[in-house]
T-cell receptor, first 113, second 114 residues
């Protein structure tokens, strides 16, 4: 049973804190993605990675960074959390080549107070 | 910017009726996918249609793709209360460095009344 696991289901952090969201996949996928989801805005791509140590900016990278030191793990970092980063964060992975589906984690609902 | 945009934003129907959701996109694609999301959960893949296909079926799902109009539709036949969820279309932007950038639309919220 394929799996994408996000480290936390719910998270509450204070403004200014450094926040780490972890995502692990067990499918040996090359591509991994971080999205945030807000009401009425759908899923917006923050960053993605197509290989170890490789990263590309998505549509809304400001205020975020990522790390991909191992193939199975893709971390999203909020350098200094702000209240406008309160959101649902979704991690996904997929194979690099061909027409393949993306597999999603269960999501992390982050609240910044 | 969103590559895919769905309409309607929300749809409410009776159990047994058909539900049709539409998706428009902006750039050339290799394929288009539809996903479903139950409230507060991750997305689950439903169906993928390649750019050289016009129609595809999977159980009660029927997807069409019109590349000349840059649009797709998802039809759910004989809907059930359990089909209540949000539905998203997704497309892959032109690959960069070997990777695919998968872009999602804002989604259609479907409510099926029992």
């Amino acid at each position: 049973d394929v799996k994408v696991t996000q480290s936390s289901r719910y998270l509450v952090k204070r403004t200014g804190e450094k926040v780490f969201l972890e995502c692990v996949q067990d499918m040996d996928h090359e591509n991994m993605f971080w999205y945030r989801q807000d009401p009425g805005l759908g899923l917006r791509l923050i960053y993605f990675s197509y290989d170890v140590k490789m990263k590309e900016k998505g549509d809304i990278p400001e205020g975020y960074s990522v790390s991909r030191e191992k193939k199975e793990r893709f971390s999203l970092i909020l350098e200094s959390a702000s209240t406008n980063q309160t959101s649902m964060y979704l991690c996904a992975s997929r194979r690099r080549q061909g027409a393949h589906e993306a597999f999603f984690g269960q999501g992390t609902r982050l609240t910044v107070v | 910017s969103q590559q895919g945009e769905e309409d309607p934003q929300a749809l409410s129907i009776q159990e047994g009726e058909n539900a049709t959701m539409n998706c428009s996109y902006k750039t050339s694609i290799n394929n288009l996918q539809w996903y479903r999301q139950n409230s507060g959960r991750g997305l689950v893949h439903l169906i993928l249609i390649r750019s050289n296909e016009r129609e595809k079926h999977s159980g009660r799902l029927r997807v069409t793709l019109d590349t000349s109009k840059k649009s797709s539709s998802l039809l759910i036949t004989a809907s059930r209360a359990a089909d209540t969820a949000s539905y998203f279309c997704a497309t892959d932007a032109i690959p960069l460095g070997g990777g695919f950038k998968t872009i999602f639309g804002a989604g259609t919220r479907l409510f099926v009344k029992a």
